[in-house]
Structures are given as structure tokens and as C-alpha cells.
């Protein structure tokens, strides 16, 4: 696999299971809680907020991929990096598609909600957005995440890995934007019950994301 493909299966990868982790109880927890009618409540700007939101996502998610990427780099050879790329969607696809998933080890940890009543919304929102965009700082939704940093580590390269990572912190950020609809708790409350509603499509979505990178994987290294 050239370092493009690591990129474009990575990116893929992370996308959904970015996107899926809207999903979980951290997702949740920031769609309620960083909307543009609780903002105004805290006194604070939602766009703000929400672009701090974002920056720190995107920024986390990248520096973390180049981490990964450099430490991938220090591994001597090759022949190893596509088939660990090939392993951990089999995995991973096998995890999320079945039962396993209830066995995933899983980070429990979630964002301080204090820091809402105690800082300016760009300082938590920056915060939050960073936590959420590292990945395995707040709860792992679904083995797509752990997928995608591996690929970030097999494919060697600190630019390939950042790339990765930006995509996931990007898709991560997005997945809060949402929120804008909620203008007051009627919204939101829609906008929840609607989004409960995607839950097992998004779940279908993941998995045939997953069996798509692998066949593209299986299909460069043929």
C-alpha cells in the first residue's frame, strides 16, 4: 500500500467511526449541553464556541495521528504495515457487526461538564473539542476508533497520520454542528428523538463502511 492509500483508507475509516460516536453518551452529553440556547444561558457565544469546539478537534485529532504516524515510522520494514492494516478491519468489522461489541474495552471517561460553569465558552469548547479529537481521552464508541489508529501508526508517515487525524477531529467537530437547529428545548428535544431514530442505520452505515475499506485494502495490496 503507498502512503495515499494509507491516507484514504485511514480517512475513511475515521470518518464513520467518528461519526458514529455522535451516538454514544460523550456525543449525546456535547449535543445537549453545547447548543446555541444554553450558550446564550451561560452568557456566552455558541458560534464561538463552537469554533473553538472545532479547532480543538481537529488540532488534537492531528497532533495525535502524527504521534502515531512518527512512532509507526521508527518500526523498521515494511511488508508488516498493509496486512496490520488488513488485520485490524477484519477485527474491527468483526466487532462492530456482532455481539463482541459488548466486550470492546472501552474508555468510560467523559468531558468535566463543570468547566461550563467555570470558564469562558472558547476554553471549553477548545477543551472539549481537543478531548473528543485525541480519541481515546473520552468513551470509544465503536472499534472503527481503534481501527483508525492503527492504520494511523502502520502507515508510517507523521503527514499520513496527521491527515487521519485531522479527518476524524474534522468529522468529530461536525457532528456537534447540529446543535445550530436547536433554538429552543423543544428543538433539542426533537433533534435528539430524530437522531435516536438514525441510530441503527448509522450502525448499518459503520459496518459496510468497514467491509468497503477492507475490500479497498485486500484490493491494493493484490
Not at 10 to 30: D, E, I, L, T, Y
Not at 77 to 104: E, F, K, Q, S
Not at 122 to 127: A, F, M, S, T
Not at 198 to 207: G, S, Y
Amino acid at each position: 500500500m503507498s502512503e495515499l492509500a494509507f491516507v484514504l483508507v485511514g480517512c475513511f475509516v475515521a470518518v464513520h467511526g467518528a461519526a458514529r460516536a455522535a451516538w454514544s453518551p460523550c456525543g449525546q452529553s456535547m449535543l445537549a449541553s453545547l447548543t446555541p440556547v444554553a450558550e446564550r444561558a451561560r452568557g456566552q457565544s455558541w458560534r464561538i464556541t463552537f469554533t473553538a469546539f472545532a479547532t480543538g478537534a481537529v488540532g488534537a485529532g492531528a497532533v495525535a495521528g502524527a504521534l502515531l504516524g512518527g512512532a509507526g515510522s521508527l518500526v523498521p520494514g515494511t511488508a508488516w504495515r498493509a496486512p496490520l492494516v488488513i488485520a485490524v478491519l477484519v477485527v474491527a468489522l468483526a466487532v462492530d457487526a456482532t455481539a463482541l461489541r459488548r466486550l470492546m474495552p472501552l474508555t468510560r471517561r467523559q468531558v468535566n461538564e463543570d468547566w461550563m460553569h467555570t470558564y469562558r465558552g472558547w476554553v471549553y469548547g477548545l477543551g472539549f473539542g481537543a478531548q473528543l479529537g485525541a480519541g481515546a481521552i473520552t468513551l470509544v464508541a465503536c472499534a472503527a476508533i481503534y481501527a483508525t489508529f492503527a492504520i494511523e501508526l502502520a502507515s508510517g508517515s507523521v503527514a499520513a497520520g496527521a491527515l487521519i487525524g485531522a479527518a476524524f477531529g474534522a468529522t468529530k467537530a461536525a457532528t456537534l454542528f447540529p446543535a445550530c437547529l436547536a433554538t429552543d428545548h423543544r428543538a433539542l428535544a426533537r433533534l435528539h428523538r430524530r437522531l435516536l431514530g438514525l441510530e441503527p442505520a448509522a450502525q448499518r452505515v459503520l459496518i459496510a463502511a468497514e467491509i468497503a475499506a477492507l475490500l479497498a485494502a485486500v484490493g491494493w495490496v493484490a
